[in-house]
């Protein structure tokens, strides 16, 4: 309501919530620190000579070196919620004087530019470099490389069949019997129900599974099978939900956690607050694990074809997004096996689009590869969670304009 205001009415209002937002960033970046130099001073064994005036960076490189893995995993996702909150203030309030200058401007009146945008931009909310850089500290320290990562999931992932293995030779015979069936009715959909001119059309919902959960028959949703059952018949596409883990790997989830698909229910932490290894430990309904998003990729590019991912970023998860573009950089030849990325976001989708274009001028060769589409999801309700851009309108060129970064659309 505040681009309608007076112009004094708004830039009262715009400067209050300036102050909000600054004071809310200072108070969290400074608990933050408490945090670290009290566990420093009480957990890390050194000389409290040496802790005397530490300076910043060497301060998050000592809390790396002589704290646990999981004070450090908790150290990094604290650092990316504060950065990911002040980025959108701040994009947020650089896009209210945007707006308001442009309806001023049509009226003939004096714009708010010149006073209020350096009033944001030497705010501390604004000072994200650090925090940044303080990231790029813990993540180059603490996630290990693809390879790696895979050789730790595929011993530990043996060692659980090993345990949960089924005994009983007359109810696998069952079973299988059971799969048979739903894999031949797939198929006879796709290549005789189904008119041949759709089948481009057809997008596979979590892949092919039982929307009751029920895994005797069909494999469970967002897993790998059910992307490769659903691929290997002849769909094209395959839609998932993506999340990031603890340990910042993309996994397939659809919910903010795994209570519904798990062995045991009570097993509830959202996926947020777990590591790779610990949502492989919480074992599955069908006795798999969530897959990476980079194993369900590396599965549609063996299959090859037309197989290819719709992925979905839950609203408010912007962090997941800036993970889908480093797996993009690290695996260029993965990046045309995702057709689309999309979401009810419109602030993650436009710092996706960011991104996308900064990856392109990077240099990196894309010249002959084609990037997946952007998909802005919109609901017919106003949205309830305050991490929602809402924008109520029947002209959907405002939501067009808004949506152009550097004259490029998104």
């Given amino acids: 309501g505040a681009i ?5 009415s708004f830039q009262q209002l715009w400067l209050e919530s300036l102050k909000a937002v600054s004071d809310d960033y ?3 970046l400074r608990l933050l620190w408490q945090q670290i130099f009290s566990d420093l001073f009480r957990f890390s064994g050194q000389d ?4 005397r005036g530490l300076p910043h960076e060497d301060a998050v490189q000592l809390y790396l070196s002589t704290m646990s893995e999981k004070r450090s995993r908790d150290l990094l996702a604290n650092l990316k919620r504060l ?10 309030l650089r896009k209210l004087v945007k707006k308001y200058d442009k309806q001023a401007t049509a009226r003939g009146d004096d714009i708010l530019t010149t006073s ?4 944001l931009y030497s705010a501390p909310v604004m000072n994200a470099p650090a925090i940044e850089r303080y990231i790029e500290i813990l993540r180059d320290m603490l996630v290990v490389s693809d390879e790696e990562e895979e050789e730790s999931l595929d011993e530990y992932m043996t060692s659980i069949k090993e345990k949960t293995q089924l005994t009983s030779s007359s109810k696998d015979a069952l079973d299988v019997q059971r799969r048979a069936s739903e894999m031949f009715w797939l198929h006879d959909l796709i290549e005789n129900k189904i008119p041949q001119a759709d089948i481009p059309m057809l997008v596979a919902h979590r892949g092919f599974h039982c929307v009751m959960d029920h895994s005797g028959r069909r494999p469970l949703e967002n897993s790998l099978s059910s992307y490769e059952s659903a691929w290997s018949a002849g769909v094209h596409l395959c839609e998932c939900d993506v999340a990031l883990t603890k340990d910042e790997k993309l996994v397939l989830a659809h919910d903010s956690d795994f209570t519904r698909l798990a062995l045991d229910p009570s097993k509830n932490k959202k996926v947020s607050d777990l590591t790779m290894k610990e949502i492989i430990g919480l074992t599955f309904k069908s006795g798999t694990r969530p897959p990476l998003l980079l194993d369900v990729l590396r599965s549609a590019q063996t299959i090859g074809g037309s197989a290819r991912l719709v992925v979905e970023i839950k609203a408010g998860n912007d962090e997941a997004g800036a993970a889908l573009v480093r797996l993009f950089r690290r695996h260029p030849q993965l990046i045309e ?5 999309m979401s009810f976001d419109a602030y993650l989708m436009h710092r996706l689009r960011t991104e996308l274009n900064e990856l392109v001028d990077q240099g990196l060769a894309l010249a002959q590869v084609k990037l997946p589409e952007l998909l802005l999801l919109t609901v017919a309700e106003t949205p309830t969670t305050t991490y929602k851009l ?4 029947t002209d959907f060129n405002q939501v067009d304009s808004w949506l152009q970064h550097e004259g490029k659309p998104s």
């Fill in 4 to 8: 309608g205001e007076s112009q004094e």
């Fill in 390 to 393: 809402f924008a109520s309108v």
């Fill in 337 to 341: 096996r995702c057709a689309v990325v």
């Fill in 48 to 51: 409290q000579n040496l802790l």
């Fill in 116 to 119: 209020l945008l350096p009033e």
């Fill in 83 to 92: 950065h990911s909150n002040a980025s959108m203030n701040g994009e947020a």
């Fill in 26 to 28: 200072t108070q969290r």
